[in-house]
Each structure stands twice: as C-alpha cells, then as structure tokens.
C-alpha cells in the first residue's frame, strides 16, 4: 500500500506522515507513506495507490483528479480537523478505506 500526501512545499505534512507511519506500524499495516510539493505530484502519483492533499491545498483536487483516474488512484483531500490534530490514525483509515473501494 503506497500513500501520498502532497502541500504546498511537502513540509507541513512530513508530522502527519509521521504519525500515520507510527499508526500503520501499531496495526501491523505494511505501507509506504510520503509527502512530496505540489510541483512533483503528478510524477509520484505513478507511484501510489492512493493520494490525499493537504486541506490549505485543496484546489489541487480539480486539478490533480484527471491525471489521478489516468493512473487509476483515488485522491480526496484530508480532513482539516484530522490534519490539524495530526491524527495518523484517522488520515491512515481514509486512506485504507479509499484504496480499498
């Protein structure tokens, strides 16, 4: 299971990506979780099987969702409640769950 994240510079999520790797570890899940700038998205979304933005870059989802169906991944945006309390858990879950339908 690959998962990405993109923001603006792949700064601001490095916590969440964090987190969600010590939430994976505490289930068990094996998985890959990355977070990359705006700039080089398109490129490693070759790569994942899922893609959730940061809620501050949101308007990406228009603009990414093409290239997205194009490679087969799903992408939402991340909830900024669970963005904004860094909850691993929670964003590990949507992730889970969108790969999975």
Do not use: H
């Not at 010590?22 to 899922?50: F, L, P, T």
């Not at 603009?63 to 945006?77: C, Q, R, S, T, W």
């Not at 904004?84 to 790969?99: F, V």
Request: proline share 3%; net charge neutral; charged share 25%.
């Amino acid at each position: 299971m690959n998962i990405l994240l993109a923001c603006a510079s792949g700064m601001s999520t490095s916590l969440v990506v964090k987190k969600m790797e010590e939430a994976a570890s505490q289930q068990g899940i094996d998985c890959k979780i990355w977070a990359v700038s705006q700039d080089v998205v398109e490129e490693e979304m070759k790569k994942a099987d899922v893609l959730l933005i940061g809620p501050q870059m949101r308007f990406l989802k228009a603009k990414l969702e093409p290239k997205a169906n194009e490679v087969g991944i799903k992408v939402d945006v991340i909830k900024p409640m669970d963005y904004g309390r860094c909850d691993g858990k929670a964003i590990l879950a949507t992730a889970i769950s969108m790969i999975s339908k």
